[in-house]
Each structure stands twice: as C-alpha cells, then as structure tokens.
C-alpha cells in the first residue's frame, strides 16, 4: 500500500524557517517524481515545487522561488522541503504528493494526509 | 500561466442525479488535465488523468471528456459518497501546474 506521511508542521513567526519531511512507503521511491502542494485554509489547491527522482531538476511555483528547496533522500524514501522567510500567506496545510505520468503527462495520483504550517506572530 | 476556470462553483443535488461539472483553461492544454476529489478534513484524490481516463480503483460512474480549452466530469448517477470539492488540474506547460479554484457539490 502506499503511504506518505508528512511531519514537521508547526507554528511559525514571519521571517522564521522550517522543513517540512514526507516519507514514502510501498512504492519504489527512486522511480518517481515528487511535489509538494498547499491548501490555504478554506482556500483551494496550489502547487508549490516537484522534483526529479535523481533530485537532479527541480521547479517552483513564482511566489516561493529564492525561499524554499524542494530536496529528496532517496536512501531514506523521504523528501523535504525547506522553507525561509515564511510570509503570513505561506499558512496552508502541505501535501506530500506522488507524480505519476499517463501517456503524455503527469498528475498526482497519491497524497499524503496533509500537516498545517502556520505563520503567526 | 494557464488559468483553470470551473463551474458552477457550488451545486446542490439530490443522490441518484446526473452531474456535469466544467473546467475552462485559459490557453489549450491539449488532453493534459486531470480532476480530484476532496472531502472535509481529506486529502484530494485522483479521479481522472489525462482528460478521459480513470484512475485505478475509481467507479464507471465517473467519466471525463474534453480537449484543448474545454473540460467536463460526469458523475452518471451522485452516490453520497461523491459529495465534496471538485478540482481540475493541468499541467499542458511543463512544469507549470495550476488547479481550478474548485466547485463544491453539496447534498440537496
């Protein structure tokens, strides 16, 4: 069965950093790209960043660029985000999420459960 | 950036009934769209891929359709089951993704 299972969610000051952890199980983890996406409380989906098995590619949503790294472990199953200069609109509860590609693109057909990061003074 | 739009962005109906739901992309995305599934407190769940097929494990009630700029999920016959927020989702740009902004589909 496969799982991801998102910690290191917590409250946070505004300018302050944190990193996110996901770990992978029942699935072959290096064969696959990973994303992180975000919900806003009563607010919609937004993707964040995704990358490569190798960690050799990553790609970012413009709004976190030059302020998070997406990374993976792959000897761990386990990807990361790191994130700096946390803004009050950076508050959502992140997933953890598995690409996989159909004939012609990806989607995301695991998530994790989801962990809340808020940003508050 | 390619925008998603959906609509309704609520609808109310009664199990049994026949559902249409419509994901309007700004740009064409040929057949790169895919749609979710969240209920309260869940995280989203992959009901489509690649505009028209299922994923694993999700009922033949559930069919999508479209190409280019129009996208539609039919739902043939609402179990209570299907209630919940409803997402589109490209990635026709890569590596670009944009979601819909959803529509929520409530028990009438």
């Known amino acids: 069965e496969v799982q991801l299972v998102e910690s290191g969610g917590y409250l946070v000051q505004p300018g302050g950093s944190l990193r996110l952890s996901c770990v992978a199980s029942?699935?072959?983890?290096?064969?696959?790209?990973m994303s992180w996406v975000r919900q806003a409380p009563g607010k919609g989906l937004e993707w964040v960043a995704t990358?490569?098995?190798?960690?050799?590619?990553?790609y970012y949503v413009d709004s976190v660029k030059g302020r998070f790294t997406i990374s993976r472990d792959n000897a761990k199953n386990s990807l990361f985000l790191q994130m700096h200069s946390l803004r009050a609109e950076d508050t959502a509860v992140y997933f953890c999420?598995?690409?996989?590609?159909?004939?012609?693109?990806?989607?995301?057909?695991?998530w994790g459960q989801g962990i809340l990061l808020t940003v508050s003074s | 950036e390619v925008v998603l739009t959906q609509s309704p962005a609520t609808l109310s109906l009664s199990p049994g009934e026949r559902v249409t739901l419509s994901c309007r992309a700004s740009q064409s995305i040929s057949s790169y769209l895919a749609w979710y599934q969240q209920t309260p407190g869940q995280a989203p769940r992959l009901l489509i891929y690649?505009?028209?097929k299922r994923a694993t494990g999700i009922p033949a009630r559930f069919s999508g359709s479209g190409s280019g700029t129009d996208f539609t999920l039919t739902i043939s016959s609402l179990e209570t089951a299907d209630f919940g927020v409803y997402y589109c989702?490209?990635?026709?740009?890569?590596?670009?993704?944009?979601f819909g902004q959803g529509t929520r589909l409530e028990i009438k």
């Open positions: 690649e505009a028209s």
């Open positions: 989702q490209q990635r026709g740009h890569w590596p670009q993704v944009t």
């Open positions: 029942g699935f072959t983890f290096t064969t696959y790209w």
């Open positions: 990358i490569k098995q190798d960690g050799s590619e990553q």
């Open positions: 999420a598995r690409e996989n590609f159909g004939a012609y693109v990806s989607f995301f057909d695991y």
